[in-house]
């Protein structure tokens, strides 16, 4: 409403942006104006974003770990939320789905037993809602007002306060444990609370910064990790052919592996499962947003202003007939056969995996911006659908069978239908 955006749509020129460094310019800027970070997060994460390397290098690199933790959280979160019963059950997914993923999250972020609190889930997924709310409105609203109605309208306080409750005798515990045995006490949990208590400095060492530092990670992970497996979902409900030869390679993968990072690994269908979902149901269907911090001439000859907002149209590439194959339908497998016809080339392969970023697959964003929690999101989604086909049957409600339900659209941002459901039970003999 108060801004204009210039859309790319050539693709070299996505490129471009892609390799221009952040003196021409700034991602950070542009997430703030569409987070409306400083009212929702606070001007303490806008400014200082010491969480992002440790979710770059220290989760990623811990990953291996990691797997079997979550796998237990995903196991445990369907039996849970989705009782595996011989009748079949509707469930609504995308609320279910919240759900799972900010518990098997937090079994990461903040550990057991706290991950599996209803309360202490339920506020997370609040605090997400809330966040994307706020965000929306703010943007609706002039700049001069944009503080008054933050302080009328927001709930993010209220949620750091509450959650504050559930974590403050974490915090008490964790500062006990390094004072009496030293920073690295006999049975340390490894997560990245433990992570983010070794870095943190100043007034980000006290509760109440840790806890919104805590929210803020759960906000990036439940939000676009509960949206992608959503859209998956809705695809395998209404494609059915898929869940078995998706069941076969997860079960030969896991009886030769187990459930450990090398299984996923192989995983290659699941990848391309919700790889293909996401090319056909990005979250915007603008992306790459940028902010020029000075006069620039594109490589086209366009020139562009400081203080322009840009963005690269999803559909330029994720759509395009050049790029793909009959790019508007669903092929569920389509980068399993990418991925075969470029096998000994150079591993250029791995680029269809869904942690690759090219100008082909924006969902992760591009370049040295592209989202550092990429690996870990990928990994969990991956344990969720693994987990979803060996477990349930699948499949669409009676009145919508064969009709994907609708995504809802916000300004730019595409949302899985919120009200759509899904029926489930327990996997019929064979």
């Not at 409105?137 to 933050?150: D, Q, S």
């Not at 974490?170 to 009496?180: C, D, I, N, P, W």
């Not at 569920?332 to 697959?361: C, N, P, Q, W």
């Amino acid at each position: 409403m108060f801004r204009w955006i210039v859309v790319i749509n050539n693709p070299k020129v996505i490129d471009e942006v892609r390799a221009l460094p952040d003196s021409v310019l700034s991602s950070r800027e542009a997430n703030e104006e569409i987070v409306q970070t400083q009212f929702t997060l606070g001007e303490h994460i806008s400014k200082n974003g010491y969480h992002v390397p440790g979710i770059r290098t220290r989760l990623t690199r811990e990953i291996p770990r990691l797997v079997p933790s979550i796998y237990e959280e995903v196991v445990v979160g369907f039996k849970d939320f989705i009782p595996p019963t011989d009748d079949w059950s509707s469930i609504k997914v995308l609320d279910t789905m919240m759900k799972i993923v900010a518990r098997a999250s937090n079994r990461i972020f903040i550990g057991a037993p706290l991950c599996r609190d209803p309360d202490y889930i339920d506020l997370n997924v609040q605090f997400t809602v809330d966040v994307v709310r706020a965000g929306e409105i703010l943007c609706m609203v002039p700049h001069a007002l944009r503080p008054f109605v933050n302080a009328l309208f927001s709930n993010v306080p209220k949620r750091i306060e509450c959650v504050l409750k559930h974590l403050a005798p974490v915090f008490s515990a964790r500062r006990k444990g390094r004072e009496e045995m030293g920073d690295d006490y006999p049975g340390k949990p490894q997560d990245l609370l433990s992570w983010l208590m070794d870095v943190a400095k100043g007034k980000e060492t006290t509760d109440w910064y840790l806890t919104s530092r805590i929210l803020t990670v759960n906000f990036s992970a439940i939000h676009t990790s509960s949206m992608a497996f959503t859209q998956a979902l809705f695809y395998l409900a209404v494609y059915p052919d898929y869940m078995q030869p998706l069941r076969e390679e997860v079960e030969d993968v896991i009886k030769r592996y187990g459930w450990c990072r090398d299984a996923l690994d192989e995983m290659h269908r699941v990848d391309s499962f919700i790889k293909e979902s996401q090319r056909l149901c990005p979250i915007s269907i603008l992306l790459l947003n940028r902010i020029l911090v000075k006069d620039h001439i594109f490589s086209d000859g366009t020139m562009l202003p400081k203080g322009t907002a840009i963005a690269a149209a999803t559909p330029t590439t994720h759509l395009s007939s050049s790029r793909y194959e009959d790019p508007l339908t669903f092929d569920g497998f389509r980068y399993v056969k990418l991925k075969a016809g470029h096998i000994g080339a150079a591993g250029t392969e791995r680029k269809f995996d869904m942690v690759g970023v090219t100008i082909d697959s924006l969902g992760f964003g591009l370049g040295r911006h592209a989202c550092p929690g990429r690996f870990f999101a990928a990994n969990e989604l991956k344990i969720m659908l693994a987990q979803a086909v060996v477990t349930y049957d699948i499949k669409l409600v009676e009145e919508a069978r064969g009709v994907r339900p609708p995504d809802l659209w916000v300004s730019m941002a595409c949302v899985p239908n919120p009200t759509a459901q899904v029926l489930f039970r327990k996997r019929a003999a064979a």
